[in-house]
């Protein structure tokens, strides 16, 4: 158990540029992926009615009224909709392929073989 422990820290520490790829893949995704909800996300609650300066039941009724029908005919709902689902389908494609490396660079460490493979998966 002990040596394979040990051999699996030997394994990291020669693919160590891996682990920084996947870091800055994922941390780059989850900024843009924020800033992108983020900018659809707070013009919307900036505009629901506050409740503590005296504000009455209508007001939030008239605003889910209003965001029932921006949802069915507002283009800008849609294209923000439109470009999420195109994020989505990107991260889907992208991913299987960073998988795909990963699983090689493994098996041909498993062979013996070293170096740079990380690419060509």
């Known amino acids: 158990m002990k040596s394979a422990i040990s051999r699996s820290w030997i394994s990291m ?10 870091f800055i893949y994922r941390l780059l995704w989850g900024y ?14 900036l505009r629901y009615p506050d409740t503590h ?13 209003e965001g029932q029908t921006a949802l069915g005919g507002d283009p800008a709902v849609q294209r923000w909709l439109w470009l999420l689902l195109a994020l989505s ?3 889907l494609l992208i991913s299987p392929f960073i ?13 013996g073989e070293r170096g740079l493979f990380f690419s060509r998966g």
């Open 13 to 22: 520490k020669e693919q160590f540029y891996i682990l920084i790829l996947l």
């Open 32 to 45: 843009f992926l924020y800033r992108f909800v983020r900018s659809a996300v707070i013009p919307v609650l």
């Open 53 to 65: 300066a005296g504000g009455s039941g209508l007001g939030r009724l008239l605003y889910y009224i």
């Open 89 to 91: 389908l990107l991260r």
């Open 99 to 111: 998988r795909a490396g990963l699983l090689h660079e493994l098996h041909q460490e498993r062979k």
